[in-house]
């Protein structure tokens, strides 16, 4: 069944859907709009969590663990990617001859029938889809929209608005962004990632380009002008172009950027047409400079006056684990962050140390082995933003096994800068290690896409009951 056929099955009537995984942040947001949009919703998921939680107040009857009876009676089944083909509840909707469709799918077939603004690029789709919806709220559009990440402005990271627009997160991973129905398609950056997917940097940007043919004839493509691979796939849009830049020719461009040590950015920007407005970010980084620009692109074509986007962006207060502060306690300073791909790692610790005085103590955990093995090179320069260096065991999701040809303890010995990198097992080493580095005055960055995030609570418990580190001086 594909994306039209669905939302004629959907709109026909209340639905029973189930969500194999549902615990997940997207799959979560589904179940949201879902019950939103009136069917009855229920799911499941290996563990109960505090997602899980939130998901039974909302009236989803949730089950922890994959059984078949929890198929058994529903009229739809939705699974993503990482739903191995035996999972018990997916085999039985087959048998039983329950619909059963890809998550990608049903997202695409939410896109239908609004005005979609999709967001995709291999770094600062999450930031950016945030920040757009951010904007809309606050300019009281009541848009839909789903975020890969939880916004801190916004209650939930989904919903199903009463207003004509709609924003989503478009993941180029397994090719998902090609179910979606855009009217803006907008690409952040296109960057070798995911190539266990597409194989080679000609399949990837043929696959974007795949993305941007699916505009209508009025359709509008935004992009990064100072990235030849961005202008390389929007080349064959055949709605308008809408382009931002930091240094060049564009529709939007920053004129004047400086950092504000510890908050954020001041910034000038300036349209083709001679329109100047002032910027000011509490988010760090010049990434999330590019991201406010592509927000302020995208929606001026969209006809959203350029001056209430940046004063609805000056009270934008980020996404959690993109460079989220966690706390400072005892002069040491923690910072969460999602980076997992080189540029991504080099564009975090350059915003550190623009933030930050004093030494940054970053622990990284890689995301996939195939990730390690084919930017290995990218990934061996990246650090060298950072003082000191653990990097601890590469996370590797339950169910896809990939080969470790370029281990984690490869990669320690590759790097150079900084000279004392060093290796963890596991997350009680990468503690252990932390704890006996830890200074008064610094900051300390983990990062990472994978579990490398649960090393924050235990930390910040160490920093408030250890001796205050000023009377060991």
């Not at 029973?16 to 229920?42: D, E, F």
């Amino acid at each position: 069944m594909n994306a039209h056929e669905l939302a004629q099955f959907l709109d026909a009537g209340p639905r029973r859907v189930h969500l194999i995984g549902v615990g997940g942040a997207a799959m979560s947001g589904i179940a949201r709009m879902l019950t939103t949009q009136g069917h009855t919703v229920s799911g499941s998921d290996v563990a109960d969590s505090a997602s899980l939680e939130a998901l039974r107040d909302i009236g989803v009857a949730v089950a922890v663990g994959h059984e078949a009876a929890n198929a058994i009676g529903t009229d739809l089944v939705v699974f993503s990617s990482a739903i191995t083909p035996d999972n018990p509840e997916l085999t039985t909707a087959l048998q039983e001859g329950i619909l059963a469709v890809k998550r990608a799918v049903l997202q695409g077939a939410f896109s239908l029938g609004k005005t979609t603004i999709a967001i995709a690029g291999t770094h600062g789709k999450t930031t950016t889809t945030a920040m757009i919806t951010h904007v809309l709220r606050v300019t009281k559009q009541d848009p839909s929209f789903m975020i890969g990440g939880e916004p801190q402005n916004i209650p939930h990271s989904s919903h199903w608005g009463a207003g004509t627009i709609m924003v989503i997160e478009a993941d180029e991973f397994d090719r998902a962004f090609l179910e979606l129905f855009p009217t803006i398609a907008v690409i952040t950056a296109v960057e070798a990632d995911h190539l266990d997917t597409y194989g080679s940097m000609e399949s990837l940007e043929s696959a974007f380009r795949a993305f941007v043919d699916k505009l209508p004839s009025d359709g509008i493509v935004a992009t990064h002008a100072d990235s030849a691979a961005c202008l390389r796939v929007a080349a064959t849009a055949h709605g308008k172009l809408k382009t931002w830049s930091l240094r060049g020719k564009a529709d939007w461009v920053c004129t004047e950027l400086s950092p504000r040590r510890g908050n954020g950015f001041e910034a000038t920007l300036q349209s083709a047409s001679g329109q100047r407005l002032s910027l000011s970010l509490s988010v760090p980084g010049v990434h999330n400079v590019l991201n406010a620009l592509a927000c302020v692109t995208t929606l001026d074509a969209l006809g959203i006056p350029a001056g209430s986007v940046a004063l609805a962006l000056s009270h934008f207060r980020g996404v959690k684990r993109r460079f989220e502060c966690k706390g400072s306690i005892n002069d040491v300073t923690l910072v969460d962050d999602y980076a997992h791909h080189p540029t991504e790692v080099r564009a975090s610790l350059r915003a550190a140390r623009e933030w930050h005085d004093g030494r940054i103590l970053c622990v990284f955990q890689p995301h996939l082995r195939s990730r390690t093995a084919d930017l290995f090179a990218e990934f061996s320069e990246a650090f060298r933003g950072s003082d000191r260096l653990i990097l601890v065991e590469t996370y590797q999701p339950v169910g896809r096994e990939e080969p470790a040809t370029r281990t984690c303890e490869d990669l320690a010995r590759a790097i150079t800068r900084p000279s004392n990198t060093t290796y963890a097992a596991t997350l009680s080493d990468a503690l252990a290690q932390i704890v006996q580095l830890v200074e008064p005055g610094d900051l300390v960055i983990v990062m990472g896409a994978g579990d490398v995030t649960e090393l924050c609570d235990p930390l910040l418990e160490y920093l408030r009951t250890r001796i205050p580190m000023e009377s060991q001086l």
